[in-house]
């Protein structure tokens, strides 16, 4: 239970319901900035506004999953007023106060780190990857049945990158019957991809292996499908970029040549955004209850 723990929310999108929803059900004291358009909606909480003042005793700052924006602003899909994120809010915190978000920019960062405020990205937790890989392999398979005329199954399919959301993608697809090729670029990864019963590759051989492709599938946060893999592909592929933005793909070059490129990343939270909230509210929960357990066990040592 959270009883006792004070919880602000700030902005965000549906994902965020089912994380008040969590935080209530377990007792914490949560209060909302920025869903002025649910007053009255969801039991249990307390509507604010974003001024200094609501930062005062708070335990944790929960934002949406994309965190702010390079100038402070948090988006919100339940309010139509602009939320920006400052000096004077973060430094109203208490000291043992955390700021929780998926991922974070270099103002967040800093914003937190002047007023030496822990940030927790939970997008790099090991524990949030793998489990919104699932949805994110479920989305991509999504994109890859609307977006082209054959069948996953027999398809010669590229999956590039072998870490968390790539394992799971390369494995579903397998199970599929698709023939499934993993660029990895390290040993490890892959011997990982060779037990998995998968065809391996180094990513230094991606412009031979693309000659075949049906489909691409990226992971890899950083140009790896250039003009001159590109070149090598079929006109027939599909190329579905899952690494944040801007992607791992020339897209300019893909368009000059006519293939078809698609910038996918977020899957989770607008194919499955129940299920990513709920992955967000577990994780939440779990590390608001560790926390308030360590700052008891503190006190009582005192």
Known sequence: ????????????????????????????????????????????????????????????????????????????????????????????????????????????????????????????????????????????????????DITIHGSHTLVLGMGRTGMTLARVLAALGAKVRVGVHRSDQYARAFEMGLSPFYTTELTEAAGEADLVFNTVPARIITARVIAELPHRAVIIDLASKPGGTDFRFAEKRGIKAILAPGLPGIVAPKTAGRIIAGVLNRLLSEDARKRGMKHELE
Not at 124 to 129: H, P, T
């Open 1 to 148: 239970m959270l009883t006792g723990i004070e919880v602000l929310l700030i902005g965000g999108d549906t994902r965020q319901l089912e994380v008040i929803r969590e935080l209530s059900d377990k007792d914490a004291s949560v209060k909302l900035i920025g869903y002025d358009k649910l007053y009255g909606a969801i039991g249990g909480v307390t509507l604010a506004e974003l001024v200094p003042e609501s930062f005062i005793g708070a335990d944790a700052v929960v934002l949406p999953p994309v965190g702010t924006d390079e100038e402070g602003k948090v988006e919100s899909l339940f309010s139509a007023r602009e939320l920006v994120l400052g000096d004077a809010h973060i430094e109203r915190l208490p000291k043992h106060a955390k700021v929780y978000t998926g991922m974070a920019g270099s103002y967040l960062r800093d914003l937190c780190s002047r007023h030496q405020i822990e940030l927790v990205e939970l997008f790099e937790r090991d524990d949030v990857a793998i489990f919104n890989s699932i949805p994110t392999a479920e989305g991509a398979l999504m994109l890859a049945i609307q977006n082209t």
